[in-house]
């Protein structure tokens, strides 16, 4: 499985690897299918999760690899949360909603103590990243962004978008391009998808105040 991550090819003397490619186009696939509320969007998560990690490994950059072993974890958690959950939508797809105010405080609260610890390992210990407060912010925040997503929060957008706005600079200076313009990509699809989440969270409302009035 070296063949991995050797380079594909260059562009703009870009090196473009196979590992970055292919685990990217998986991953915005996985993206898509969230956005469409497909429970297959789990096993695509995993499959790109596990392809990942030989890349970022071969960048050096361990947040990326333990973001990516997180991916895989919470994949599955996520993968068996949709499964057991499916029964809730009122059409027979995923059910959708805005987080409580307290789950807010949550997630928030865990991304920045979770950036906190995670960055300050990093920087007692810098052979583990050459930048550890935006490797920090991209392990954390996607792990908050995929229990968001599991849970069916429409919240799970934003904290990509949020993940985006860091990952898009890293990738390209860590020379994972590939990476860096999956990511451009990803932004395009974030805002594509939290619209439908969101129309979709109007739709349930709407549905259940005419099953209430009925």
């Excluded at 469409?36 to 950059?61: D, E, N």
């Excluded at 200076?173 to 805002?191: D, E, H, K, M, R």
């Amino acid at each position: 499985m070296n063949w991995l991550n050797s380079e594909a090819f260059t562009v703009l003397d870009q090196h473009i690897m196979w590992s970055d490619m292919i685990g990217n186009t998986i991953g915005l696939i996985a993206l898509a299918l969230g956005w469409r509320r497909s429970i297959l969007t789990w096993p695509a998560q995993l499959l790109s999760g596990l392809i990942l990690v030989g890349a970022y490994a071969s960048a050096h950059l361990s947040g990326g690899v333990g973001k990516q072993l997180l991916v895989i974890g919470v994949a599955a958690w996520g993968w068996w949360q949709w499964n057991r959950g499916r029964q809730q939508a009122q059409d027979g797809s995923i059910a959708v909603r805005f987080a409580t105010w307290k789950e807010r405080g949550l997630l928030l609260g865990g991304a920045l103590l979770g950036t906190l610890a995670v960055g300050g390992l990093f920087t007692l210990y810098p052979s583990l990243s050459w930048s550890p407060w935006a490797d920090a912010y991209i392990f954390v925040g996607t792990l908050v962004a995929m229990v968001a997503q599991a849970r069916g929060l429409v919240e799970f957008w934003f904290a990509w978008l949020l993940v985006d706005l860091v990952g898009v600079p890293l990738a390209f200076n860590s020379g994972l391009a590939f990476s860096g313009l999956v990511y451009v990509i990803y932004f395009a699809l974030v805002v594509w998808g939290m619209r439908d989440w969101w129309l979709r969270t109007r739709t349930t409302s709407a549905t259940a105040l005419e099953g209430a009035h009925a």
